[in-house]
């Protein structure tokens, strides 16, 4: 049998009513906002164009080309609302994600798609760093970044609460990226 293919497009507002259904599964809410989000809700705060005006970039995972994931980038510069105020560096890309399908989960498809994410946002010779901020007892999501080549550094404090903050620092090469 082959190995399943993970890859990424960009998320359009055709997306939407999906994400919404994905949005309302138990595995997503349990760790992803925590409530079961309206459709119209989904509208206001998921249409890319929205997203594109707080600098984040929505994406759907395929798995042998069907939708089985979104993620998400964001420039963690300027985030405001709290978020990442220390931050300096206009490199800074941040990640976050999530698998829909509860039967896929914990088989290596969450590690090839943050591998796919981080190597599409390290093809931008601009972007210096990827960070990504899971729940300190989310053990199956920091284990997976792990897997997909971030450290962990440090517990921080976030508006949603505390997070272990990862980074994956730029590879020297393109194709290190894809290794890691
Ligand atoms: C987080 C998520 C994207 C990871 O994707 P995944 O396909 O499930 O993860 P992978 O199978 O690639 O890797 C999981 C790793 O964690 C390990 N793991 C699973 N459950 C674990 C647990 N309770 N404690 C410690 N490690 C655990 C697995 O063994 C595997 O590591 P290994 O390959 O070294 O054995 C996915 O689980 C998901 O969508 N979860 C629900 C939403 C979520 O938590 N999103 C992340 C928010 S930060």
Known sequence: MTSPIVTLRLMTEHDLSMLHQW????????W?????????AVHEHY???VLAQESVVPYIGLL?????????????LGSGDGWWPDETDPGVRGIDQFIALP??????????????????LFSN??????????????LR?????????????????TPDGPAIYMLHDRPSSPSAASAA
Not at 23 to 30: A, D, G, K, Q, T
Not at 32 to 40: D, K, V
Request: some cysteine; glycine content about 8%; aromatic content about 8%.
């Open 47 to 49: 249409l890319p164009r």
């Open 64 to 76: 042998d080309g069907m939708p089985f994931a979104y993620a998400q980038s964001y420039v963690a």
């Open 23 to 30: 949005l309302n599964r138990p595995h997503i809410v349990e």
């Open 103 to 120: 039967e896929r989960l914990g088989q290596g498809l969450g590690t090839q798609l943050v591998r796919a994410l981080v190597s599409t």
């Open 125 to 138: 010779p601009e972007v210096t760093k990827v960070q990504t901020d899971p729940a300190p007892h989310n």
């Open 141 to 157: 999501a920091i284990r997976c970044y792990e897997n997909a080549g971030f450290r962990q550094v440090k517990q921080i404090v």
């Open 32 to 40: 992803w906002g925590g409530e079961r989000p309206s459709l119209q």
